[in-house]
């Protein structure tokens, strides 16, 4: 069943004294795209979680957001950066002389500038922290699919009813094309009757005007391939692979046969049927651009 590029999923899980929380969510792409945010420490979970996503995923721009916190802080220890912090009051009292101002700063003023403090936490197991993310990941994976899904759903019950409203115009057209063969042959014939009065007619020269005219008209083999594309689109529609841009080229193809049609007839009942059919094409086109 086909799936919607767009999804949402999210995971949080306490294990081992950790809080993992895992976040997905994506729209349409034409290729794979993926971003993660991710705790700078971590940085080792970030091509992991690229290739853990896409071999679930195949197209559409997903951000992955990834939370990691530590329960146990036993093991952590905060340190003074003293260069850092000699260098920061140096240069306020340096502030203070040059503009006489009150020297009004404490130890909780220059601890709070970046980098004085410094958390130094004990060596983690990297794969045991990949081991729950992943973890993690994969019940916000299935969230997320599961949205792509539901999705894919009405985007399947839309563009099957369109192709079975597309293949109810070609019938009509089949039925029809056929009379309009006709109609211009007894057009013909009394037109000439109109001009010649009741002279006898060469038939043979009217068979040959009805042939080339039935020729030029003729959509047999435009709407062969037409019912050949929409059983085609809808095998795509029902199978598991990711199928959305295979899919829009058959539209492409679908939408040259009907304008090949529209050009051809020389009948108001086909070229109306003929728009029909093209408004219903590119609105199968706009759902597509969001399929997987």
């Known amino acids: 069943m086909v799936k919607s590029m767009t999804g949402f999923g999210r995971a949080v899980k306490e294990v081992d004294g950790y809080i993992i929380t895992v976040e997905l969510k994506s729209v349409n792409h034409r290729y794979f795209e993926f971003s993660c945010r991710c705790p700078r420490q971590y940085g080792f979970i970030d091509e992991k979680i690229k290739s853990f996503v896409n071999s679930k995923v195949a197209r559409g721009k997903v951000e992955c957001f990834i939370g990691i916190e530590a329960l146990n802080t036993e093991a952590a220890t905060v340190e003074v950066n003293n260069t850092l912090a ?18 009004d700063f404490g130890a909780s003023t220059i601890s709070r500038y970046p980098d004085v403090l410094v958390i130094r936490k004990a060596e983690e197991d990297e794969e045991k922290i990949w081991s729950m993310v992943k973890d993690t990941a994969q019940e916000a994976i299935d969230k997320f699919i599961e949205m792509r899904s539901a999705e894919g759903q009405r985007m399947f019950d839309d563009i099957y009813a369109r192709s079975q409203f597309i293949l109810d115009c070609v019938s009509v057209i089949e039925e029809r094309s056929p009379q309009t063969v006709k109609e211009y042959n007894d057009k013909l014939i009394e037109r ?35 019912r050949s594309h929409i059983e085609q689109l809808r095998a795509f529609l029902a199978g ?14 679908i939408n040259r046969e009907t304008n090949t049609i529209g050009s051809k007839c020389n009948d108001v009942d086909i070229a109306r049927k003929v728009v029909d059919m093209k408004a219903e094409i590119e609105k199968i086109r706009e759902q597509i651009q969001n399929i997987e």
């Open 192 to 226: 000439v009757h109109e001009i010649i009065g009741d002279v006898a007619l060469d038939e043979n020269r009217v068979l040959q005007e009805v042939a080339i005219y039935a020729d030029k008209v003729a959509v047999a083999e435009e709407t062969v391939r037409l």
């Open 240 to 253: 598991d692979e990711a199928v959305g841009r295979k899919m829009d080229f058959l539209v492409q193809e």
């Open 86 to 103: 000699s260098a920061y009051v140096k240069a306020l009292k340096e502030i203070a002389d040059t503009y006489e101002l009150k020297e």
